[in-house]
């Protein structure tokens, strides 16, 4: 019933920038935290970003400065701008939100299927 799709992933220089958007669309009743997660082959899935519905940010220590969350709840949409693209950065990376849907009032956690980024020069 609920769908989180994202999109803006790519291949990117070294340096380069991105923006990541997180639409959620479905029978949706109202959404609580979103956040972006990453996972680079062969590592273990990383927690990137958080953002609460009042805007209030969490990064991890490895993106702090470069990259920015940020939400439109009018829209149910998430974003994640990236600056400064590093080869570490590269991974898949995926939405995931606290949704309560039609069916329930319940808060349940849904995921994207993913996006590609790829930083290499």
């Known amino acids: 019933q609920v769908q989180l799709v994202e999109s803006g992933g790519g291949l990117v220089q070294p340096g380069g920038s991105l923006r990541l958007s997180c639409a959620a669309s479905?029978?949706?009743?109202?959404?609580?935290?979103m956040g972006w997660l990453r996972q680079a082959t062969g590592k273990q899935r990383e927690l990137v970003a958080v953002?609460?519905?009042?805007?209030?940010?969490t990064y991890t220590d490895r993106v702090k400065g470069r990259f920015t969350i940020s939400r439109d709840n009018a829209e149910n949409t998430t974003y994640l701008q990236m600056n400064g693209l590093k080869s570490d950065d590269t991974a898949v990376y995926y939405c995931?939100?606290?949704?309560?849907?039609?069916?329930?009032?319940?808060?349940?956690?849904?995921w994207g299927e993913g996006t590609l980024v790829t930083v290499s020069s």
């Open positions: 953002i609460t519905t009042d805007g209030l940010t």
């Open positions: 995931k939100a606290a949704i309560a849907t039609m069916r329930s009032p319940n808060y349940m956690d849904y």
């Open positions: 479905g029978t949706i009743s109202k959404i609580g935290i």
